[in-house]
């Protein structure tokens, strides 16, 4: 009797692994979105909690800029907080005086707006607050966007706009 396997069954297991495979390819990439929008979801607030207290610090105004360079969904755009009430010309540029940056490269096909009279946040000296309410929401797909939503008496949450979505709550 011969060892070993024929040349049917490896075809056979090869067939069945690949059928494994392509059932699992989806479940990855949803499980690779939903790490990218915590991810990001994380990053907002974390430099969000910074630069209150980066201002606070210092006891100066912050200034917090949302600079776009080119699509949204790119990640051509970046957070910045300075001390200058004007706003950088560019992403590149914005690097510059810094004191907290947030680059928006690692996050490619997340489409983030950022939503408030006006794209410059200031941050009081005093108490850290940010001087008017707004919000940045950020998407990979448009059904379920997130939102870190600000506001001018409390601190800044993350939350989803339709529902439970990605583990946060709805706003």
Not at 87 to 116: C, E, M, Q, W
Request: aromatic share 10%; hydrophobic share 40%; glycine share 6%.
């Amino acid at each position: 009797m011969a060892r070993g396997f024929t040349l049917i069954e490896m075809l056979i297991s090869l067939v069945v692994l690949a059928v494994l495979l392509a059932a699992a390819v989806p479940s990855f990439s949803g499980m690779s979105e939903r790490s990218k929008m915590q991810r990001l979801a994380e990053e907002l607030q974390g430099f969000w909690g910074q630069t209150k207290s980066e201002a606070v610090l210092r006891n100066q105004e912050l200034y917090l800029h949302f600079v776009q360079d080119g699509a949204a969904y790119a990640g051509e755009w970046a957070l910045v907080a300075n001390t200058s009430p004007s706003a950088p010309s560019d992403r590149h540029a914005a690097k510059v005086n810094a004191l907290t940056y947030l680059d928006g490269a690692p996050f490619k096909n997340i489409t983030v707006n950022f939503t408030a009279s006006s794209t410059t946040t200031t941050f009081d000296r005093v108490n850290g607050r940010p001087t008017q309410n707004g919000n940045i929401q950020f998407s990979v797909e448009s059904t379920k966007p997130l939102m870190l939503k600000f506001h001018n008496r409390s601190s800044a949450r993350i939350c989803s706009v339709t529902g439970e979505v990605y583990g946060y709550p709805e706003c």
